[in-house]
């Protein structure tokens, strides 16, 4: 049977500067997340280690690098197409992100470029942790 009504997701990553590939300092991965990122690029776990990963205090998380829409974003998007360049090896809280049906993200561009008419439009994000805590 084939069903009247197929859901459709509340937001679309293909319509998005990838906010959550560049607000977010800390993109945590885990040795499992290593080792998919090792066997992507043919290399040993060490190496992808030290290649695409560093600590944050106890936390061990994906590299960044300097991107031309906001300011910094994960070492793996393409700053161009705004896609992740190893989604089959992305780490596990890539794939579960946002965890929702709806995306915050998606909603604020949405709305932005409604309330400026402008398809264009696009708001730079920035998380700040007032408490200090990052
Ligand atoms: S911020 Fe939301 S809509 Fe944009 S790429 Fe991430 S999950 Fe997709
Ligand atoms: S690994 Fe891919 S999906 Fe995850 S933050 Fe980096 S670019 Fe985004």
Excluded at 2 to 25: F, L, N, R
Excluded at 96 to 111: I, M, N, T, V
């Amino acid at each position: 049977m084939v069903p009247t009504k197929i859901a459709q997701p509340g937001y679309d990553c293909s319509k998005c500067p990838a906010y959550c590939c560049s607000v977010y300092e800390r993109v945590q991965v885990t040795p499992r997340d290593v080792n998919r990122l090792a066997k992507h690029f043919g290399l040993d776990y060490e190496t992808a280690q030290a290649r695409f990963t560093r600590t944050y205090k106890d936390e061990r998380i994906l590299r960044r690098k300097a991107d031309p829409v906001l300011g910094q974003s994960c070492m793996f998007l393409n700053p161009v197409t705004r896609q992740c360049k190893i989604y089959q090896a992305r780490p596990l809280v890539c794939r579960e992100y946002p965890g929702a049906k709806k995306c915050g993200y998606y909603d604020l561009l949405q709305f932005e470029r409604q309330q400026q008419n402008d398809p264009d439009v696009l708001p730079l994000i920035r998380i700040t942790f007032r408490n200090g805590n990052k």
